[in-house]
């Protein structure tokens, strides 16, 4: 096993735990609400002060739970406006190098090409701001003459991008 093999390994396996961790958390604190609520509605506790502070504390699990998750944080990571709803597009640009020793072939003129550039996009449903769910996400790359006359219409993407990242993903 290579070291790069063993980072990625150790990488992923702290991904699982820490989602492990943040399901533990939300289980916890989802417990700790239900329980006093359910106590609280099956007849009136001698101290209903105790409860309320059983349930804020628990909130706070699930609210670090959430955040502790890899899948939740990276979603985090990526929220937008909060007035965002519904379905909306990021597209993320940058640029390939020679150096980095790939291939890919260009959308627009079907050439292959080692650099260029590279745009990833995600469409998403968005609430409030937060994706939550991903319709679709693919990454297409660009010769320098494509990406030059493409970028003057402002990142729309056409009708045959679409199709393309449809086939990918
Ligand atoms: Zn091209």
Same mark, same amino acid.
């Given at each position: 096993?290579?070291?790069?093999?063993?980072?990625?390994?150790?990488?992923?396996?702290?991904?699982?735990?820490?989602?492990?961790?943040?399901?533990?958390?939300?289980?916890?604190?989802?417990?700790?609400?239900?329980?006093?609520? $359910?106590?609280?509605?099956?007849?009136?506790?001698?101290?209903?002060?105790?409860?309320?502070?059983?349930?804020?504390?628990?909130?706070?699990?699930?609210?670090?739970?959430?955040?502790?998750?890899?899948?939740? +944080?990276?979603?985090?990571?990526? +929220?937008?406006?909060? +007035?965002?709803?519904? +379905?909306?597009?990021?597209?993320? *640009?940058?640029? $390939?190098?020679?150096?980095?020793?790939?291939?890919?072939?260009?959308?627009?003129?079907?050439?292959?090409?080692?650099?260029?550039?590279?745009?990833?996009?995600?469409?998403?449903?968005? $609430?409030?701001? $937060?994706?939550?769910?991903? *319709?679709?996400?693919?990454?297409?790359?660009?010769?320098?003459?494509?990406?030059?006359?493409?970028?003057?219409?402002?990142?729309?993407?056409?009708?045959?991008?679409?199709?393309?990242?449809?086939?990918?993903?």
């Amino acid at each position: 096993m290579s070291p790069s093999d063993s980072v990625a390994l150790a990488d992923a396996l702290s991904d699982v735990l820490s989602a492990l961790a943040g399901w533990l958390l939300v289980g916890l604190g989802g417990l700790g609400v239900a329980v006093p609520l $359910l106590a609280v509605l099956d007849g009136t506790p001698s101290n209903p002060a105790v409860p309320a502070v059983v349930v804020l504390l628990s909130l706070c699990l699930v609210a670090f739970g959430v955040f502790v998750n890899p899948r939740f +944080r990276r979603r985090l990571d990526r +929220r937008r406006s909060i +007035r965002e709803f519904g +379905r909306s597009r990021v597209v993320e *640009h940058r640029v $390939l190098r020679a150096a980095e020793g790939r291939t890919e072939r260009c959308v627009g003129c079907d050439t292959r090409l080692t650099e260029g550039e590279l745009r990833r996009y995600r469409e998403e449903f968005c $609430l409030a701001g $937060l994706p939550v769910y991903t *319709h679709a996400e693919g990454e297409n790359a660009y010769c320098l003459d494509c990406a030059t006359a493409d970028s003057r219409e402002a990142g729309s993407v056409t009708a045959d991008e679409r199709a393309d990242l449809l086939t990918e993903s």
